[in-house]
């Protein structure tokens, strides 16, 4: 009886919080923030200079000379502007738009009015801190229920027929130990079944991406026309990502039905295909990224110690794309017509996110944080291409917090396929 | 006395018509409205004794093949429980996870992990599979180049060599040529010496007749009866009279 009493309270306190999180989240959305002190930094060829500015000064700024000693011999990689994260910059000026916002004079590089109103805007607008901060609650809320939930299950074991958090990240852990000779076995074999009977074999994994990237190059680079350096690495990288991610996606959909001689036959943790195949694209990747290293050496593209910023990029993506597959592999059994939503929805993701171009620069000033801030696709590209190309650390506390919504909405969907996998069979 | 390997206890399943499930109603815990539900298995019981054969007979639809894939554990039953103390459990069917571009060696090892065995023993057991197969050089060569006959004969040669405890047969007897027939016969005595406990599924009695210790009837997800084998399939035979 005390039991039942328990999870009562537990059940109350997790409307609570669920209600606490929307205020905090209007919270966020509505405090009124004074302008903040910004950040100048000035990336040259040779150095990195940082300036800062308190809003008072920014606000009454028409013209602002910055003293970067040695600037003369070298040229201007870009000037970002970022608020309190400096590695989230807010806006930035490059190479190519420079001209139009200011000149260098001897040692120091003076930004003209247009400029200054560009920094004024990043001082005025808090967008960026709103979605962190409720971003941050997010993560939050979902922890403390999650735990609520392991709580429950601790007072009451049978409670909802074993579908609590410590039972089911158990199971998930002893089935992946369980179940990774056969991932890796058969990802394998699937590979080699799908070149079997063609000519050029292993080369398509290689010639696929390739010649996608040369049609980038020609119509956003040439035709359309852009001042992006290395524009063939900077779209070659990037999609290299948003294949992986769009494939998983696009199979996560599909995966039940596509495996249905497997799965009417034998029991099997539906996540185990789902990884199977994120090993099989992982795989194609890794043989994709053979081009990237000649390419990144014949366009000098300078690498330095920053580039290791790229493995929490890839982390972030690949945890990210198991979650959203998970819940995506759920609803796909039960609706037939999702396939052909999430194509598009992919489609149209691709050219939002910004593969091939820089968000930051393109996008005007607070949709551009928008977009990096809620679009996780979005920004792990853009983080991994300043990494890999600009040798900047950027945009460290979005990742942080999107590994820890990407670990939590991996759970999500484990609970989810779990809860409902006995019923997929009779479905398909 | 044997020890009991399977107890299958007061189980029931349902089918739920999902086609017109809407996405908002997935998300609240939504009851499903009565008429949605068909129940294919209703209340059934049994149990098997260790290296035991029992035959399970009914009409088409009655809900053999459901039982089997909820003792396969493939899904859960809705009602009752299904204990196989610790056994492993085959379902054999054609061609698990068989992708017809791969060669019938590498089949033959993916399904053969998929039942839960490891890659050293699938290994081992490999040359033993390819001979009960007579597949011969054609091991090598990818599964879509089969014929229909040597597609069901590598299948039933995965799940026959490697050894499950309980073994679950649902009407693949009559693959392949006459000399095939025969062989999986012999297979299936020998499985009937050995400690292995199976369940068959099948609708030709004769079959049935010649290897059960026990037959189990349903019809229409009901349970008929139980019982000695002559016994069940003469009054399961009488109702199928015209």
């Known amino acids: 009886m005390n039991n039942t009493k328990h999870l009562r309270i537990i059940y109350i306190l997790k409307r609570v919080f669920l209600v606490l999180f929307f205020l905090g989240v209007a919270t966020c959305g509505l405090y009124p923030v004074a302008n903040q002190p910004i950040k100048v930094i000035v990336d040259s060829s040779t150095d990195k200079y940082v300036f800062s500015l308190s809003p008072a000064e920014v606000d009454k700024l028409s013209s602002y000379t910055m003293d970067c000693p040695g600037i003369s011999e070298a040229t201007i990689d870009e000037i970002r502007i970022s608020r309190h994260f400096e590695s989230i910059c807010v806006d930035k000026i490059t190479t190519g738009a420079f001209p139009s916002y200011g000149i260098i004079e001897g040692d120091s590089v003076v930004l003209n009015s247009e400029a200054c109103d560009l920094l004024r805007e990043a001082s005025h607008s808090a967008v960026l801190e709103r979605i962190l901060f409720s971003e941050g609650l997010l993560v939050l809320t979902l922890l403390i229920w999650i735990l609520l939930n392991a709580l429950g299950e601790k007072i009451d074991p049978d409670n909802r027929n074993n579908h609590g958090p410590i039972y089911e990240i158990r199971k998930f852990c002893s089935e992946i130990k369980e179940y990774r000779q056969y991932m890796v076995f058969a990802a394998n074999a699937d590979l080699k079944a799908e070149v079997a009977n063609s000519y050029l074999n292993r080369l398509w994994w290689l010639l696929e991406p390739l010649f996608n990237m040369l049609v980038y190059v020609v119509v956003f680079g040439k035709i359309m026309g852009n001042s992006i350096q290395n524009y063939a690495t900077f779209v070659y990288s990037s999609l290299l990502m948003w294949t992986f991610f769009s494939k998983v996606l696009n199979y996560s959909v599909k995966c039940v039905r596509n495996n249905r001689d497997i799965v009417t036959k034998i029991y099997v943790p539906k996540h185990v295909l789902l990884i199977t195949n994120m090993i099989l694209d992982f795989f194609k990747l890794l043989f994709s990224l053979i081009v990237l290293i000649p390419m990144l050496i014949i366009f000098k593209v300078h690498i330095g110690i920053a580039a290791f910023w790229i493995i929490p990029t890839y982390l972030l993506m690949i945890i990210f794309s198991f979650g959203v597959g998970m819940i995506f592999l759920h609803y796909g059994v039960y609706i037939d017509d999702l396939s052909y939503a999430v194509g598009i929805l992919l489609q149209m993701m691709m050219f939002l996110s910004g593969i091939f171009y820089d968000v930051i620069t393109s996008l005007p000033h607070p949709l551009n944080v928008v977009m990096i801030c809620v679009n996780p696709a979005s920004m792990f590209v853009d983080t991994m291409r300043r990494a890999l190309l600009y040798n900047t650390v950027s945009n460290v506390p979005l990742i942080v917090l999107w590994i820890i919504i990407s670990l939590l909405i991996s759970y999500i969907g484990i609970h989810i396929v779990y809860k409902n996998e006995n019923g997929y069979v009779k479905v398909i | ?242």
């Open chain 2, 1 to 242: 006395m044997k020890k009991v390997a399977l107890d299958v206890d007061h189980v029931s399943i349902d089918y739920r018509d999902l086609s017109h499930m809407r996405l908002a109603r997935s998300f609240s815990k939504g009851e499903v409205r009565k008429a949605d539900v068909f129940r294919a298995v209703n209340d059934v019981s049994f149990s098997v004794k260790q290296g035991e054969i029992l035959g399970i007979v009914g009409r088409n639809g009655s809900g053999k093949t459901t039982l089997l894939r909820s003792v396969a554990g493939i899904f859960q039953p809705d009602e009752g429980t299904i204990d196989t103390h610790g056994n492993r459990v085959s379902l054999m069917a054609i061609g698990i996870g068989f992708n017809a571009n791969n060669t019938g060696r590498e089949n033959i090892l993916k399904s053969g992990m998929l039942l839960g065995c490891k890659l050293d023993y699938v290994k081992d057991r490999m040359d033993d599979i390819i001979e009960f197969s007579e597949l011969g050089e054609f091991i090598d060569r990818p599964v879509r180049t089969y014929s229909s006959g040597m597609y069901s004969k590598l299948s039933f040669a995965v799940t026959a060599i490697l050894d499950t405890d309980i073994m679950l047969v649902d009407e693949v007897l009559s693959v392949g040529d006459e000399h095939f027939r025969k062989k999986s016969f012999k297979k299936m005595e020998e499985l009937m010496l050995s400690d292995r406990t199976v369940l068959i599924v099948s609708h030709a009695t004769n079959t049935l007749e010649q290897f059960c210790d026990q037959v189990l009837w349903i019809n229409d997800g009901q349970f008929m009866m139980l019982g000695d084998t002559t016994e069940v399939l003469k009054a399961y035979d009488e109702s199928m009279q015209l």
